[in-house]
């Protein structure tokens, strides 16, 4: 055998390895065998070299940093760490960060003095706060006494639900024509279509729609995405007409590198839109200026509200995307934030509730407190 052949087979055999290597990964291809793939580049067939060019696209200087960042991110948040980190010891950072946060049940009187004389408006997020963080996103339901609380709430205050869902789909969780619903992380608000007695102000219709021409390009990176991620087990994507979902909810902790790497490879094409990390989620949305906490100021604004001082809005949430309104709150020093959360976490909210059932409790002391 010559040299030549000696190389040629060796060759082989280094491709069908590497190829072996990314078939036995339950995820997708795996980035150990990229490099692989890379260094025999020249020995390639064309269908492997596109292969290779398309997992290189994007795959720029950084791109591993960023794609552990918002593992990071999501596993700092995720409920799997909340049984790990709920069970440490009390310790001096956990009891000093419990009494700058204290528990929103603990301190209601002290929160029901401060609204005095003004008018309380709440703004709930869905999921994680008033229904569980459940395997299926698509059964994410709310409890029948939940629902009862926050229609009764609705009766005294003027209610928004605020959240990263479609409107009409978090519309179908909630079914209460009474509120407000802000969907797509506040890119999509419409009001009540049932009356309540309080001061409503404006029309009742859809108020605000800030992103209705990335509408197109947001239905595209669905369609991509849903191809892309379709190799990964328990991978789903979730279209929330003005943003996008990709759920990590029911996928292996193994593999989250691996679709988070995919998510990646996909925005990289659209520099126009942009991610942010949450509960076991990453998310995708437009560029523009949006966030939960413009929806807050805006609601406040149609509500008649714009800098008035008699107003005291309570806005609850469990997630990253909350704290936008959360630094609303606190910079405009009106009303208070209350993180859900059984966990310390960087917040920007004053109080916090340890999960769903405790947001029922303080959503029925409210409106016990109303009927005094
Ligand atoms: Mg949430």
């Keep these: 055998m010559t040299n030549q052949n000696v190389v040629a087979a060796d060759v082989k055999s280094r491709i069908g390895m590497a190829i072996a290597v990314a078939m036995s990964n339950s995820c997708m291809l795996s980035r150990q065998a990229v490099p692989e793939l890379a260094a025999l580049g020249g020995f390639l067939s064309m269908s492997q070299k596109k292969l290779l060019k398309r997992i290189e696209n994007g795959g720029g200087r950084g791109s591993g940093a960023k794609v552990s960042a918002w593992i990071d991110s999501m596993r700092s948040s995720s409920p799997t760490r909340v049984k790990s980190t709920a069970s440490i010891p009390e310790t001096h950072e956990k009891d000093s960060w419990i009494l700058h946060h204290p528990s929103a049940l603990n301190q209601f009187e002290k929160i029901t003095q401060e609204s005095k004389g003004k008018q309380i408006v709440m703004f709930l997020d869905y999921d994680g706060t008033l229904s569980p963080i459940v395997a299926d996103p698509d059964r994410a339901f709310m409890t029948k006494k939940m629902r009862a609380a926050v229609k009764d709430v609705a009766r005294h205050y003027p209610t928004a639900i605020v959240s990263g869902r479609s409107r009409s789909k978090v519309y179908k969780f909630v079914r209460l024509a009474e509120l407000y619903y802000a969907g797509s992380h506040g890119m999509d608000i419409k009001g009540p279509t049932k009356i309540l007695n309080y001061n409503e102000v404006g029309n009742q219709g859809v108020l605000f729609q800030a992103a209705n021409e990335f509408l197109p390009v ?13 190799s990964v087990p328990g991978a789903k994507v979730e279209n929330n007409k003005f943003c996008l979902s990709v759920h990590f909810r029911c996928v292996d902790e193994k593999c989250w590198a691996a679709l988070a790497e995919q998510v990646r490879l996909v925005l990289n094409e659209y520099p126009k839109l942009r991610l942010t990390q949450g509960r076991k989620v990453l998310e995708i949305r437009p560029t523009i200026k949006w966030d939960k906490g413009k929806a807050l100021e805006y609601l406040l604004e149609s509500l ?34 209350i993180l859900v959360s059984k966990v310390q976490k960087e917040t920007s909210a004053s109080y916090t509730l340890q999960d769903p059932s405790e947001v029922e409790q303080f959503l029925r002391r409210l409106v016990e407190w109303k009927g005094l």
Aim: proline content about 2%.
């Design 304 to 337: 008649g509200y714009a800098n008035s001082s008699d107003v005291f809005p309570i806005y609850i949430g469990d997630d990253r995307t909350d704290e936008d309104a959360f630094k609303v709150l606190k910079n405009s020093g009106q009303g208070i934030g």
């Design 218 to 230: 947001i239905d595209e990176v669905y369609k991509v995405l849903l191809k892309k991620t379709k």
